[in-house]
């Protein structure tokens, strides 16, 4: 579509076996979702849930993974984020809603907190005070080689799927067994009465719903997908990958937020950085660490290879071209190696208020998307996506005391969902201005795969 393919990798695959492909499709799924927030939140969240730790996992997954697997596959099967927004939206809401939702994962926090991360699990421990003062050279070389590894953005899929994603399941399931076999300690009691909220939230800020556009442009576009010319092969392709990559996101988030769990007497109130590293160490000493720094570095690149790909390839089709995929893709790196230099602490801290406005209008339209076929007026989509975007910021603004609005009795709140009483509002106020306007029945717009 945009940029530079290898021809014969779209095509190599034709004969290549439903299962096989599938997995290879999956494991790359995976590895784009799982990242630094993903390694990190997890714990910290077991450790807050205590006892209740299986309800706030049941909130982290269904926040990230469901929603984000479910999303990309929905999306890929309305015709790709483009078609799929564009004709729920409009052009103009979709471009707002992608384009943001693009900026805050792939450019601004996520990206680069894929760097830090790596920086403080997997390079300053072996650096002691000196530590800070190789930040910079390292993020330069960390998106130099983000670079190296997705300037063909035809092979992104393979060389995640095939080559980074088995080797980081395996050293993620060691120290997971590990921690099974031979527990920390005692579960104790919930340090919170909103488990389930928390998990939520923590689902939030891993930031994956707002890659289902970027994510399945990278997924579209490989070799894999496209050497399946029938458009059944291809949603049973999809849709294997899809329920695999919920899965093993799932077996890994359950053994994060339970090892998290048993960490209390490592003691509390630590970063979430600090708590995974007290954690590897009370389990495999020294040579726990070295485990935990190739398990970051593998996730943290792999989920920089799919935001950097997608970043460049979204902006390079918004802009028709004018501008290359490769040097959109060196503007990006250049953008996460500064932002990187802030700390991973700071890049967490300015994220959480910034998504708690974004994730609720996006969230909306993605779950919206599920039910295109019976949802004919756009008004809909439209109405819903304003009304969870006011409900995002009246539930931030009352929460940072910007204003005297209580919103703890909004229905859901405890769930983490306060913004959606606004979101089902405008959908209702979207349908009746639609209604009066004989607005288009968006149905007839849906292109399938």
Request: glycine share 12%; aromatic share 10%.
């Amino acid at each position: 579509m945009y940029g530079e393919y290898d021809v014969s990798s779209m095509t190599e695959h034709k004969n290549t076996s439903l299962t096989k492909d599938s997995a290879v499709v999956g494991f790359a799924l995976f590895a784009m979702f799982f990242g630094a927030g993903n390694l990190i939140f997890p714990p910290t969240l077991g450790q807050l849930s205590g006892e209740e730790w299986l309800w706030g996992f049941l909130g982290f997954l269904v926040s990230d993974a469901v929603l984000s697997c479910l999303g990309v596959y929905i999306v890929i099967v309305l015709g790709g984020p483009k078609h799929a927004f564009d004709s729920a939206l409009g052009k103009v809401g979709s471009t707002i809603l992608n384009a943001v939702a693009i900026l805050c994962l792939c450019v601004v926090f996520a990206m680069p907190r894929t760097a830090a991360t790596t920086f403080e699990l997997s390079v300053a421990p072996y650096l002691g005070e000196r530590a800070n003062s190789f930040l910079i050279p390292f993020s330069i070389l960390f998106f130099v080689v983000v670079y190296l590894l997705t300037f063909r953005k035809s092979r992104v899929v393979d060389i995640i799927g095939k080559f980074f994603t088995p080797t980081l399941v395996i050293g993620i399931i060691v120290l997971i067994v590990a921690g099974i076999f031979n527990p920390l300690g005692p579960i104790e009691q919930s340090q919170t009465i909103d488990v389930f909220q928390e998990g939520i939230r923590a689902g939030y800020q891993t930031m994956d719903v707002l890659g289902v556009a970027a994510f399945s442009l990278i997924i579209m576009d490989s070799g894999i997908v496209k050497g399946f010319d029938e458009s059944s092969k291809r949603r049973a392709l999809l849709g294997r990958a899809s329920i695999g990559a919920v899965v093993m996101l799932g077996v890994v988030y359950g053994g994060l937020t339970y090892l998290g769990a048993t960490s209390r007497g490592l003691g509390s109130g630590m970063s979430q950085v600090d708590l995974l590293v007290a954690i590897v160490k009370a389990l495999l000493g020294d040579a726990g660490m070295i485990l935990l720094s190739i398990i970051v570095l593998l996730a943290c690149i792999t989920t920089a290879i799919a935001l950097v790909s997608s970043a460049a390839d979204f902006f390079n089709e918004l802009f028709k071209g004018k501008v290359s995929y490769r040097t959109l893709l060196v503007i990006d790196c250049i953008i996460g190696a500064v932002i990187c230099d802030i700390g991973l602490d700071n890049i967490i801290r300015f994220a959480d208020p910034v998504l708690g406005v974004v994730y609720p209008p996006f969230i909306t339209v993605v779950v919206l998307l599920v039910f295109k076929r019976l949802i004919g007026r756009r008004g809909v989509y439209q109405g819903a996506a304003l009304g969870a975007l006011f409900g995002g910021l009246l539930v931030e603004a009352s929460s940072a005391g910007l204003i005297a609005v209580p919103v703890d009795w909004l229905p859901f709140f405890s769930l983490g969902f306060g913004w959606a009483l606004f979101a089902m509002i405008g959908g209702i106020v979207g349908y009746v201005i639609g209604y009066k306007r004989k607005g288009v029945a968006t149905n007839q717009e849906i292109k399938t795969i």
